[in-house]
């Protein structure tokens, strides 16, 4: 026991070696990378596995990381080429779960390669000491048992979301089978939360999560099966922002080690941009960059869906003209495929005086929240989205299309940070008079407006206490991987 004797002895405990493997989703890879670094900024060794168009497509990584392509198989139906979930139509993600299953049999030649083969002689030659993995590799952890190498849960969702799920016991003792169900609380949390679902988002959830599809067993099963397999889990968040939700609770709820890692803020990324205000110098985004400098200070709302929100030609139209008519300067990052569903003439109309600009395609998301022009957010409410916004303080207008989005929307307007577009119960359709309204009410000089930018301000500090956030991962490295690695 290599940890033993290192603390007979006084001696730091060797680097651990690593594995971690997101289910194949942007929204995935951003927070498993974000670890990944701060585990190699502390001296471990990183494996990160994906397939090879998304290993091709990460940013530039700590050369303590290596990255691992694996071929994912082909599948009918899939479209050539598809590898990520922003690769394919939503009703193809199933299929997409189905090559990603594909992946058992090279991920166990290459865990059995690692393990054969840990002499030590470089940081990537020593066995792994752990693998962590996503909600879909309910495959996995067997195939690490027979190599002797712990598996650890990585949930990228927020604790709320996480305690609504809930592991599999306490599912099989309080089962929800209907949309009703999932409307309310669950009865294993002990005490009042904001956890709540909208009718429309429960119908969505019974059968995105909690149902078989395509693939074989619901998304709620690779899950629970997953996990059920994994001694640790670890959870994307901090007690500063989620309060008794990553507590204690969770520990009890799932039976064993739950530990927090921070909210992993691109931390990197937010100090560049702020160092290039005046020099910016690329040229896919230096237009951008100089209509934001042109307008007034918080002036501007910035609007994005993040690289796969399910936008629906109503979301576009409704969206497009509640942006005119609440008279705000905007900035809309539009997906390609939706930019064709915006409303005859509104980029025109928007273009006079420059109002608005829309931009179909990728834009530098951190980089647009550091300008001083911008003053809100219209975001899906995604967890990555949020923490990128407050690292600069912005209040929210909130629109969210999927999964834990609803629950972590609820979250941010009780904080008082921002308001939900109010939708239609049952179908969870929205008017452009209530987008007017909210992000009218959102932007406002008043007493109202100024109320949500300074409780903006006081996650803004949570966030830059980096003291604080290292101390979730050290933590983590010190009371969790080093002690229960095998």
Not at 104 to 128: I, N, Q, S, V, Y
Not at 250 to 255: E, R, T
Not at 295 to 307: E, L
Not at 414 to 433: C, I, Q
Request: proline share 8%; with cysteine.
């Amino acid at each position: 026991m290599a940890e033993a004797s290192s603390e007979a002895t006084g001696a730091a405990p060797p680097p651990l070696h690593v594995v971690v493997f997101p289910w194949l989703a942007f929204g995935h890879f951003t927070p498993f990378l974000e670890l990944s670094e701060q585990l190699a900024r502390r001296g471990h060794a990183v494996t990160f596995v994906s397939t090879p168009r998304n290993v091709a497509r990460l940013r530039p990584v700590n050369p303590r990381i290596r990255l691992l392509p694996l071929p994912l198989p082909s599948v009918d139906g899939l479209p050539d080429g598809a590898e990520s979930t922003a690769d394919v139509p939503p009703e193809k993600v199933d299929l997409l779960k189905v090559a990603f299953d594909g992946l058992a049999a090279p991920f166990a030649r290459f865990l059995h390669e690692a393990c054969a083969g840990g002499d030590g002689a470089t940081e990537f030659g020593k066995r792994p000491d752990w693998i962590f993995v996503d909600f879909a590799h309910y495959w996995l952890p067997p195939i690490a048992e027979q190599h002797k190498v712990p598996c650890a849960l990585f949930h990228i969702c927020p604790a709320p979301f996480v305690a609504f799920i809930g592991p599999k016991a306490a599912n099989e003792a309080h089962p929800r089978t209907t949309a009703e169900d999932l409307m309310a609380q669950p009865r294993w949390i002990p005490f009042p939360t904001t956890i709540a679902h909208r009718l429309h988002e429960a119908k969505d959830m019974l059968v995105q999560t909690f149902r078989a599809n395509a693939s074989g067993p619901s998304d709620a099963c690779r899950l629970w099966q997953t996990e059920q397999r994994c001694p640790l889990v670890i959870l994307r968040g901090s007690r500063e922002v989620d309060g008794p939700l990553c507590g204690p609770f969770l520990a009890d709820l799932f039976g064993k080690p739950v530990a927090l890692c921070g909210l992993l803020a691109p931390y990197d990324a937010a100090l560049a941009a702020q160092e290039t205000l005046d020099d910016e110098s690329e040229s896919e985004s230096a237009s951008l960059m100089r209509w934001l400098d042109e307008q007034p200070a918080r002036s501007v709302i910035y609007v994005a869906f993040g690289s796969e929100a399910p936008l629906t030609r109503h979301h576009v139209r409704e969206l497009a003209l509640g942006l005119e008519l609440a008279g705000a300067r905007f900035l809309w990052a539009l997906r390609g495929p939706s930019a064709a569903l915006l409303p005859d003439g509104f980029e025109e109309r928007v273009a006079v005086g420059g109002r608005g600009v829309v931009r179909a395609g990728w834009v530098p998301q951190v980089r647009v929240l550091a300008r001083g022009a911008v003053g809100a957010f219209l975001t899906h409410a995604g967890l990555s989205s949020l923490t990128e916004s407050f690292l600069f303080g912005h209040p929210l207008v909130m629109l969210p299309l999927f999964l834990d989005q609803g629950v972590t929307a609820r979250g941010m307007a009780a904080r008082g940070v921002g308001l939900e577009v109010p939708r239609e119960e049952g179908d969870g359709s929205f008017g452009r008079d209530d987008v007017a309204a909210t992000v009218r009410r959102v932007m406002a000089e008043g007493e109202e407006g100024k109320a949500f930018a300074r409780n903006a301000g006081e996650l803004q500090a949570v966030l830059w206490d980096r003291a604080k956030q290292d101390e979730y991962v050290d933590d983590l490295v010190a009371e969790h991987l080093l002690r229960l690695r095998l």
